[in-house]
């Protein structure tokens, strides 16, 4: 079966975004692209909420044709353009592309089905919100932790709607040049 992997910066105190919603504190540079890109080169599905998959959808088809793109947006644009996509949302109905899904009722029946599809694995990039409804379904197998070094006091939460413990196994540990955590840990059944 494939993996649900959850890919997410976070900030020391356990926030995705600070009290207003903005993601400005988030360090990334080439040696993190370079790292995250293990996991997308082991996926060939990008899960989404409805905001994330907006604000991605806007950059990643076109970020290779910019004529200052970087190795990485060259690289991700590659990939962003040939996996299929999957949005969990309420309001959106329809995708108005090929390789888009959307999913507005009953997402874990739907990504069970996904999940048991021949492929590679599903990799969800940030989408806090998605991420909430899928661990309360214990749907997620692996998280990627990027643990910046900020606290942020409020925001939205990383960890949400945990019922009942989860016990993880730390995989990877990697300290970054710019100071991030990364943290890869995979959720025992």
Known sequence: MRKLISFMHTSLDGFTTDRNGKMDWIKVDEEIFDYAGRMTDQSDTALYGRVTYQMMDAYWPTAADKPDASRHDKEHSVWYNKVQKVVLSKTMTSPGKPDVRIINDHPAEE??????????NIVMFGSPSAGHSLMQYHLIDEFWLFVNPVLLGKGIPMFKNIANKKLLSLVDTKIFNCGVL???????S
């Open 111 to 120: 990504i069970q089905k996904i999940k048991k599809l021949q492929g590679k």
């Open 182 to 188: 990364g943290l890869h840990y995979i959720v025992e």
